[in-house]
């Protein structure tokens, strides 16, 4: 069974940092590409950044580049989130995913997801 368990979340004020954590549980990321996604209300879920484990290949939403970066413990157990310079417009729940072809980092090839996160950035 395929468990990811995400960590990390919270209240910052803006300009601030957080780390995301996404564990997995019985098994190691080094066969699957993982994505962190969130979706705001009324807009299609949206990948924030996907990595391709196999070669490191990254996927950066355009708002988020230069502040968030994506990586891989040396185990392949953890996948995280830094995010610096965190913008109210940050704001969601961010949810951890793997699948197998998500170098468009996209929701519709995510094969599975964790239960999310919540990041809050501050006014």
Same mark, same amino acid.
């Given at each position: !069974?395929?468990?990811?368990? *995400?960590?990390? @979340?919270?209240?910052?004020?803006?300009?601030?940092?957080? $780390?995301? %954590?996404?564990?997995?549980?019985?098994?190691?990321?080094?066969?699957?590409?993982?994505?962190?996604?969130? !979706?705001?209300?009324?807009? *299609?879920?949206? @990948?924030?950044?996907?990595?391709?484990?196999?070669?490191? $290949?990254? %996927?950066?939403?355009?708002?988020?580049?230069?502040?968030?970066?994506?990586?891989?413990?040396?185990?392949?157990?953890?996948?995280?989130?830094?995010?610096?310079?965190?913008?109210?417009?940050?704001?969601?729940?961010?949810?951890?995913?793997?699948?197998?072809?998500?170098?468009?980092?996209?929701?519709?090839?995510?094969?599975?997801?964790?239960?999310?996160?919540?990041?809050?950035?501050?006014?």
């Amino acid at each position: !069974q395929v468990q990811l368990v *995400e960590s990390g @979340g919270g209240l910052v004020q803006p300009g601030g940092s957080l $780390r995301l %954590s996404c564990a997995a549980s019985g098994f190691t990321l080094d066969n699957y590409a993982v994505g962190w996604f969130r !979706q705001a209300p009324g807009k *299609e879920r949206e @990948g924030v950044v996907c990595i391709n484990t196999n070669d490191g $290949r990254t %996927s950066y939403l355009d708002v988020v580049k230069g502040r968030f970066t994506i990586s891989i413990d040396n185990n392949k157990k953890t996948a995280y989130l830094q995010m610096n310079s965190l913008k109210p417009e940050d704001t969601d729940e961010y949810k951890c995913a793997v699948g197998n072809a998500l170098g468009s980092c996209h929701h519709r090839n995510v094969d599975s997801w964790g239960k999310g996160t919540q990041v809050t950035g501050a006014l």
